[in-house]
């Protein structure tokens, strides 16, 4: 089983290869975008909520940190969830340079935001959950197969 690092960094790589596929498509053809932009909004919303719903929750009962990295990254998911809701109102609009501003934000934002994640809270939530961590995994998976 893996830790929760390795577990959530998987997560990660898995959306960034759907935005990579997504923008590649939107690229030839909005067209084609469209239901590639949907699947990786669907993983990336899926992380989010193994994050916030899971790991989090457990991070905070644990720590008693609340206003600290969490509550960084809840409001940058916040941040997130805005430009992808817009960049799927681009395709849907056909505004292929409205689509490629927000997505070049978002990428910015995400690079950011998961290297926070993978070199400082991921590590720490690892560190403080170590004694729970197959249990967070198995949590955060069965949101996957539901």
């Not at 790589?13 to 067209?31: G, H, I, P, V, W």
């Not at 990786?40 to 720590?63: D, S």
């Not at 590590?123 to 069965?142: G, N, R, T």
């Given at each position: 089983?893996?830790s929760?690092q390795?577990?959530l960094?998987?997560?990660?790589?898995k959306?960034?290869?759907?935005?990579?596929?997504?923008?590649?498509?939107a690229s030839t053809?909005l067209?084609?975008?469209?239901?590639?932009?949907?699947?990786?909004?669907?993983?990336?919303?899926?992380?989010f909520?193994m994050?916030?719903r899971v790991?989090f929750?457990?991070?905070?009962?644990?720590t008693?940190?609340?206003?600290?990295?969490?509550a960084?990254?809840?409001?940058?998911?916040?941040q997130?969830?805005?430009?992808?809701?817009?960049m799927q109102?681009?395709?849907?609009?056909e505004?292929k340079?409205?689509?490629?501003?927000?997505?070049?934000?978002?990428?910015?934002?995400?690079?950011?935001?998961?290297?926070k994640?993978?070199?400082?809270?991921?590590?720490?939530a690892q560190?403080?959950?170590?004694?729970d961590s197959?249990?967070?995994?198995?949590?955060?998976?069965?949101?996957?197969?539901?």
């Amino acid at each position: 089983m893996n830790s929760i690092q390795e577990y959530l960094t998987q997560s990660h790589d898995k959306c960034d290869e759907l935005f990579a596929m997504t923008e590649e498509r939107a690229s030839t053809s909005l067209q084609s975008a469209k239901e590639v932009c949907a699947e990786f909004i669907a993983e990336t919303e899926r992380h989010f909520q193994m994050e916030e719903r899971v790991m989090f929750v457990a991070f905070e009962n644990k720590t008693g940190m609340t206003q600290g990295p969490t509550a960084m990254m809840r409001h940058e998911h916040t941040q997130m969830r805005t430009l992808m809701q817009q960049m799927q109102e681009a395709l849907a609009a056909e505004n292929k340079d409205k689509f490629f501003g927000f997505s070049e934000t978002l990428m910015m934002l995400i690079q950011q935001h998961n290297m926070k994640e993978e070199q400082m809270l991921y590590p720490m939530a690892q560190q403080h959950l170590s004694e729970d961590s197959q249990k967070i995994v198995e949590m955060m998976h069965s949101m996957i197969s539901q």
